[in-house]
């Protein structure tokens, strides 16, 4: 069983088996914080922070009876104790979580994380029942210092979490991402397309997908060295920027409208995406007067 989840039924456990599903979310952000390698990331969501990763790991427990969805709250089935199989440093973690936060309601529990990281708070629609208006501005700083100036983004998603990587567009102050994927699916939790435009409609993210600007996967065989995708890529300028200036318009358009975009792919390194070139045609674009930030 994958080492998160055992954290997952521990904290279980040491709250006497069951949560409130929000509860859940803000006791685990507390303990994160305590880890020198957090086990989850988190979002700004509308109740505050939230991880994507931790509650798909929940559902999938489901099947394993080893915990139970209610209404409102999580339950733990599992008969077999975790906490002595985890880290030193996690498990006594964990039972300092319960000392001090044992008796808080979610209600505390929501003041106390919007206080202590407000960047999570910023997309909540229950900001003014949780904060007085003092302490919302920490929370709004978050919102209203967003860079607004026109720029495209190229990022990719190998080797980092949905919850990190959607943090990165938050920050950046992105409105609409453009999946210029051939194929929008992925082995990686969270990437599929239906995941990850749940994702970035929870943080008031657009998501569109461009199918036609993609790479054939037949055509990404055998690539072992940077050369091999600077051919490949040759060749994408020659065939397929030519044949999809009707799609290219319309992502220019959407850009235009929205000033702060990213197109996505795969790899971390802009290097070996076709995202680069597609992005340095789209900014030749007289109109746009674009930056042009890799993230």
């Not at 055992?6 to 803000?26: A, P």
């Not at 904060?131 to 980092?160: N, S, W």
């Amino acid at each position: 069983m994958y080492y998160r989840r055992k954290i997952l039924l521990s904290l279980l456990e040491v709250f006497d088996n069951e949560l409130e599903k929000i509860r859940l979310q803000k006791l685990l952000l507390l303990f994160t914080k305590k880890q020198e390698t957090p086990a989850y990331d988190f979002v700004p969501y509308k109740f505050g922070c939230f991880s994507f990763h931790a509650s798909a790991d929940l559902h999938t427990m489901i099947k394993y009876e080893q915990v139970a969805k209610q209404e409102k709250k999580w339950v733990r089935r599992e008969k077999k104790s975790w906490l002595n199989e985890l880290k030193p440093e996690d498990r006594k973690a964990l039972l300092e979580l319960k000392r001090e936060y044992g008796k808080a309601s979610i209600s505390d529990l929501l003041q106390i994380t919007y206080k202590k990281y407000p960047f999570y708070a910023m997309n909540s629609t229950i900001l003014d029942e949780v904060l007085k208006k003092e302490d919302q501005k920490k929370v709004m700083a978050h919102r209203d210092h967003q860079p607004e100036q026109p720029c495209l983004f190229t990022i990719g998603y190998e080797g980092i979490s949905l919850e990190a990587y959607v943090n990165k567009l938050i920050r950046n102050g992105v409105k609409v991402l453009i999946d210029v994927r051939k194929n929008a699916m992925s082995m990686k939790y969270g990437f599929n397309k239906s995941q990850l435009k749940k994702a970035c409609d929870g943080v008031g993210i657009r998501y569109i997908h461009f199918s036609k600007v993609g790479i054939k996967s037949s055509k990404r065989k055998e690539l072992n060295t940077q050369d091999d995708y600077d051919r490949l890529f040759e060749d994408y300028k020659q065939t397929v920027l030519p044949e999809t200036t009707g799609t290219q318009k319309d992502i220019a358009q959407v850009i235009k409208e929205n000033k702060r975009v990213a197109l996505t792919c795969f790899e971390a390194q802009s290097s070996q995406c076709h995202r680069r070139p597609l992005a340095e045609y789209l900014i030749q674009n007289q109109e746009l007067k674009l930056e042009l930030i890799h993230l």
